[in-house]
């Protein structure tokens, strides 16, 4: 198989199920590292911090870099500081998104009329929808971190952020601006910070209808795994095919 320098590898569903490592993918990490490559983990997951995905993948024996960490939460700061710079922003999300958004500087407040930002909160209630919807009316600029609408974890499959964003946008009738995969934002940050080619990249995840088609869309290769949210049988129903299917990451080695 072709040899990258930059392996863009999706978390949930591929890295991990919940808590659980998926160990094959652990060892490929660390056959990666032992050629002198460093792996970037790209994940739609908005709610938790650059710090805290870099503890939790240590915990199940990898060793990533920070600066090789990028959330959707990231990326919907750095969108939202390019795009709307010097705007007040009000926000849905856990700490992951908040930290996101102060360390790039934006100003967060209960309510604003400039943007609004989507992120995945397992604390979510009546009066947080409400607000938003109620911003989004009077104007507010409709970003959300992701359109997933399920992730797995130990359990099974959780309601993810696309689920409570379609909640938001039904009552409002205005349609969000998407940040993580399927768009290829993520990829280009990583692209433009570290100075890759495209030939160079490869995205690698079990969701096709995320990794997948950010992958397809961003116009670098992708890897599919048949270890989360797709299986390889779905994968090759559609039109647009991955450029290579695996059962795991361990055919990689």
């Known amino acids: 198989m072709k040899t990258y320098k930059a392996y863009c590898i999706d978390l949930d569903g591929t890295v991990y199920r919940g808590k659980e490592p998926i160990s094959e993918t652990v060892q490929f990490v660390h056959h990666l590292q032992q050629q002198g490559i460093e792996p970037f983990f790209v994940t739609n997951n908005a709610s938790q911090t650059p710090d805290q995905v870099q503890s939790k993948l240590n915990a199940l024996g990898i060793n990533a870099k920070r600066s090789h960490i990028m959330t959707s939460a990231m990326a919907a700061a750095k969108y939202i500081g390019m795009n709307y710079p010097n705007v007040s922003v009000s926000m849905i999300g856990e700490k992951g998104l908040r930290e996101a958004l102060q360390e790039n500087g934006v100003k967060i407040v209960e309510s604003s009329q400039d943007v609004f930002v989507m992120g995945i909160d397992r604390n979510i209630n009546f009066e947080k929808l409400a607000q938003a919807c109620l911003d989004i009316r009077k104007g507010a600029v409709f970003i959300s971190t992701n ?42 940050i990583i692209q433009h910070e570290h100075q890759f080619a495209k030939e160079d990249m490869v995205m690698i995840g079990d969701n096709y209808d995320t990794d997948m088609l950010a992958g397809i869309s961003f116009g670098i290769d992708t890897i599919h795994v048949n270890t989360g949210v797709t299986s390889t049988e779905e994968v090759l129903t559609k039109s647009s095919l991955p450029t290579v299917t695996l059962e795991n990451l361990l055919e990689c080695i």
């Open 147 to 188: 359109s997933d609408r399920a992730f797995p974890n130990e359990r099974g499959f959780m309601p993810g952020n696309g689920a409570f964003t379609a909640l938001v946008q039904t009552s409002t009738g205005v349609d969000p601006i998407f940040i993580g995969k399927p768009q290829g934002l993520m990829l280009e």
